[in-house]
C-alpha cells in the first residue's frame, strides 16, 4: 500500500474504532461509518451498506444520490460479493455482466461483504464517478475498516 493511502487507512480505522467504540447498535455504526468514509475518501459519489433479509439485500445507512432498495443475490457487483463471499473490484462498471446502474454517474466499485461466522450479512458498498478509482490498497484498507466494524 503507497504510504499516502497506508496513512490515510490508518486515520479512517482509528476514527472508526474511536466511533463505533461501545455502541452495539449495527445500524448507527453503519451510518457512522458510511458518512467517515463518504467524507473521508478521495472521488467517492456513494458510500454505504446492504444487509442481507432472506435471498437479498436490503438497503442501509449510506451517504450519496437515492440508490436501489433490494438487489438479488448474485445480481449486481454488490449481489456478486455477496454470493462469492469475498471482495469484488470493478474497475470500470460498464464491463461487468449484470450492473446495477442505480447512479449513471458511477464508473467504479468496491464491495466488501461483511462475513460473521461465515455467514454473509451484508455489503460495503463504495462507487467512483472516476474509472478505476479503486485498487489492491483501497481494497485492503476497506477490508480492515470492515473487519473494525463488525468486531464493534
Known amino acids: 500500500m503507497s504510504g499516502e493511502k497506508a496513512s490515510l487507512y490508518r486515520d479512517l ?38 444487509f442481507t433479509q432472506g435471498g437479498e439485500l436490503v ?3 449510506f451517504q450519496g444520490q437515492p440508490a436501489c432498495v433490494r438487489i438479488a443475490w448474485g445480481s449486481g457487483v454488490c449481489g456478486t460479493a455477496a454470493a462469492r463471499g469475498e471482495t469484488v473490484l470493478v474497475p470500470d462498471v460498464h464491463d461487468f455482466p449484470g450492473h446495477i446502474a ?24 463504495l462507487d467512483s464517478p472516476r ?11 476497506c477490508e480492515h475498516l470492515v473487519a473494525i466494524f463488525l468486531r464493534r
Not at 102 to 125: F, K, N, R, T, Y
Request: proline fraction near 7%.
Open 13 to 50: 480505522a482509528a476514527q472508526l474504532a474511536s466511533l463505533i467504540e461501545g455502541e452495539p447498535d449495527r445500524i448507527a455504526n453503519a451510518a457512522n461509518m458510511a458518512a467517515l468514509l463518504y467524507h473521508g475518501l478521495p472521488h467517492l459519489n456513494w458510500a454505504g451498506f446492504y
Open 59 to 61: 438497503l442501509g445507512p
Open 102 to 125: 442505480c447512479d449513471p454517474v458511477s464508473q467504479s466499485e468496491l464491495v466488501v461483504p461483511l462475513i460473521e461466522a461465515g455467514h454473509v450479512v451484508g455489503v460495503l458498498d
Open 131 to 141: 474509472v478505476a478509482r479503486f485498487d489492491d490498497a483501497d481494497r485492503a484498507g
